[in-house]
């Protein structure tokens, strides 16, 4: 069931999806991505860390439109470290006393030199986004170094909302998530796949090509009802669409420094 929810203020879309009895699912326009809301009975929770820029999108649609406080916000899920999925994760915890799940994986994403540089280039690329969508220049700085309350195994359920479970779909980065509704078989996969001009590509970066297949061979088979992306809102992907993302999916890592250099050897080498 879709409807649309009272706007809010920027009028910003809301769609509504009633999960069941006592869940409903909204989605709101984010600065450069979706944000999946999900409301079990009077108890929130968010499927992804968003942008530091959707903060006031997300505290305004709490107050204003669910008429819920703050506090409602129980729990925040990051899916991975980029900009538009970890940014808003420590404010929130700060402004409303949640706690914020993230993968059960060592380490920090953006460890050492090379992590701050990726870390201000992510940055860079999630502003570029949003100013090619008309959004603007924001400040979409965070901290790179999560500091969850919440480390998730995988196939692990969601503390306090037991109908979401944790499932490691890797490649992206080395942590990523889905989250998976088990009482409907909706899946959120984040970055998993996107949409450009109607066809699914696989995401940039791409480091672990590996876990990558292996991370569609396991959506494909879990055969959801419905596939929620961070960029494309909800998607039903068939047999060939699965089949165009496993040929496009590159058989070496795609990370930054290696399309620089791939950009430097052609202007180099251009005759």
Not at 74 to 89: E, F, N, R, S, Y
Request: charge should be positive; proline fraction near 6%.
């Amino acid at each position: 069931m879709t409807t649309n929810a009272p706007a809010i203020e920027n009028a910003v879309h809301v769609s509504t999806k009633v999960l069941s009895k006592h869940t409903t699912l909204f989605e709101l326009a984010g600065y450069i991505q979706s944000i999946y809301l999900v409301k079990q009975g009077d108890e929130l929770l968010l499927l992804d860390g968003c942008c530091r820029a959707d903060i006031k999108v997300i505290r305004e649609f709490i107050e204003h439109t669910l008429m819920l406080p703050l506090s409602a916000l129980k729990l925040v899920v990051v899916t991975h470290m980029h900009p538009d999925h970890a940014g808003a994760a420590h404010k929130l915890r700060k402004l409303t006393g949640c706690q914020i799940a993230a993968a059960n994986v060592d380490g920090h994403w953006y460890s050492g030199l090379d992590g701050k540089l990726m870390h201000l280039t992510d940055i860079a690329l999630a502003n570029w986004v949003g100013q090619r969508k008309g959004k603007g220049k924001r400040n979409l700085w965070y901290n790179p170094k999560l500091s969850p309350d919440i480390k998730l195994d995988d196939g692990q359920p969601l503390p306090g909302f037991g109908d979401w479970q944790a499932l490691f779909t890797q490649g992206h980065t080395d942590r990523d998530l889905s989250l998976y509704h088990q009482p409907t078989g909706k899946v959120y996969v984040a970055d998993l796949m996107v949409t450009v001009k109607g066809r699914f590509i696989p995401p940039f970066p791409l480091f672990y090509p590996n876990r990558y297949q292996a991370s569609l061979h396991r959506i494909k088979d879990l055969s959801p009802s419905g596939i929620m992306l961070a960029h494309g809102g909800e998607v039903h992907p068939d047999d060939d669409d699965y089949q165009h993302l496993f040929e496009r999916a590159p058989k070496v890592p795609l990370t930054h420094w290696r399309s620089v250099k791939i950009k430097l050897k052609k202007v180099l080498f251009a005759r």
